[in-house]
């Protein structure tokens, strides 16, 4: 695996994020689009340990169920110290949330702080995804 020169942080593995902090509530009204928006979501990079800090965006039509908010932030929050990838973390919250709430449609956007001076953004969309196969 490769290491950054320089100082190295500890950080945990990705075994301590919390998947079945995720409850929902059951939803029986018309299909709607729901987005949820955080600017507070952090994880570490496990190339060089330093935090990476971003927006996460989550749009989704409801099957039978919608996530409750307050274990979504607990969720979110279980990543703090982990160790993961931009993508591989845009990858498992679309995953869990996918698992999770078995949506019509889902969208899951991340939007990480500018690092050596670049940006980054991944996006995970079940939309692109049927089309593309």
């Not at 695996?1 to 320089?6: C, T």
């Not at 496990?46 to 409801?62: H, Q």
């Not at 110290?81 to 969208?107: F, H, S, W």
Request: with cysteine; hydrophobic share 35%.
């Amino acid at each position: 695996m490769p290491v950054a020169e320089g100082k190295m942080f500890e950080f945990e593995s990705e075994e301590r994020i919390r998947a079945d902090f995720l409850e929902t509530i059951d939803y029986d009204g018309n299909p709607q689009e729901i987005t949820y928006e955080t600017g507070e979501f952090s994880a570490v990079c496990p190339f060089s340990g330093l935090p990476d800090i971003g927006t996460i965006v989550i749009v989704y039509i409801p099957g039978n169920k919608i996530v409750e908010l307050k274990s979504l932030k607990y969720y979110l929050i279980s990543f703090r110290n982990v160790g993961i990838y931009q993508e591989a973390a845009t990858n498992r919250i679309y995953n869990d949330l996918y698992v999770c709430l078995k949506p019509r449609q889902l969208m899951v956007k991340s939007i990480y702080n500018i690092r050596g001076g670049i940006a980054s953004t991944c996006v995970m969309d079940s939309e692109r995804m049927r089309n593309a196969g």
